[in-house]
T-cell receptor, first 113, second 114 residues
Framework: DTEVTQTPKHLVMGMTNKKSLKCEQHMGHRAMYWYKQKAKKPPELMFVYSYEKLSINESVPSRFSPECPNSSLLNLHLHALQPEDSALYLC????????????FGDGTRLSIL | QQQVKQSPQSLIVQKGGIPIINCAYENTAFDYFPWYQQFPGKGPALLIAIRPDVSEKKEGRFTISFNKSAKQFSLHIMDSQPGDSATYFCAASWSSSNTGKLIFGQGTTLQVKP
């Protein structure tokens, strides 16, 4: 079992829907990450939060909106997604972000109809 | 220059064999090199990581060899088992970026036959 918990495990949504992905960790990690992973490809970094502040946005479209309510929680709000956004969305956390091991959750499998 | 090139793309070995996965990089600022193992339907799990001041690191049946001058590092899996069948990703990062950003290789799909 991973120590980074992501919900839901699967999500199917239409292009006009609004939904949110949730990530939770209780390891005291202060850096949290969102990645997108397509089939047979490596994870691609989307956002980095450090001490609950957004520190990196890898030019992600505004239809993805991250939020870090507290040091243990990370959300990804989704709105007006496109079919090409269908992917596995992974959350990760690390103690700090300078060469610290990143621990991944098992992801949310997102399908856009 | 921020790429990490991983090979081979796929690998099939018999049980007990020693699969070797290689990665190469150009950016000499990289100073942290983790390996991740990913099973279908799961997130990547950190296997082992190395820093450039060490030439080899072992954890159980997994060994990283690091060649700083050649800018290459590799993963060896000793006495491989069918349960090792998974996708393996090498990665690199650099502390001076202050971002935690990992540069991943393209992945190697390993199949260990019984």
């Amino acid at each position: 079992d991973t120590e980074v918990t992501q919900t839901p495990k699967h999500l199917v949504m239409g292009m006009t829907n609004k939904k949110s992905l949730k990530c939770e960790q209780h390891m005291g990690h202060r850096a949290m990450y969102w990645y997108k992973q397509k089939a047979k490809k490596p994870p691609e970094l989307m956002f980095v939060y450090s001490y609950e502040k957004l520190s990196i946005n890898e030019s992600v479209p505004s239809r993805f909106s991250p939020e870090c309510p507290n040091s243990s929680l990370l959300n990804l709000h989704l709105h007006a997604l496109q079919p090409e956004d269908s992917a596995l969305y992974l959350c990760a956390s690390s103690l700090g972000y300078s060469n610290q091991p990143q621990h991944f959750g098992d992801g949310t499998r997102l399908s856009i109809l | 220059q921020q790429q990490v090139k991983q090979s081979p793309q796929s690998l099939i070995v018999q049980k007990g064999g020693i699969p070797i996965i290689n990665c190469a990089y150009e950016n000499t600022a990289f100073d942290y090199f983790p390996w991740y193992q990913q099973f279908p339907g799961k997130g990547p799990a950190l296997l082992i990581a190395i820093r450039p001041d060490v030439s080899e690191k072992k954890e159980g049946r997994f060994t990283i060899s690091f060649n700083k001058s050649a800018k290459q590092f590799s993963l060896h899996i000793m006495d491989s088992q069918p349960g090792d069948s998974a996708t393996y990703f090498c990665a690199a990062s650099w502390s001076s970026s202050n971002t935690g950003k990992l540069i991943f290789g393209q992945g190697t799909t390993l199949q260990v036959k019984p």
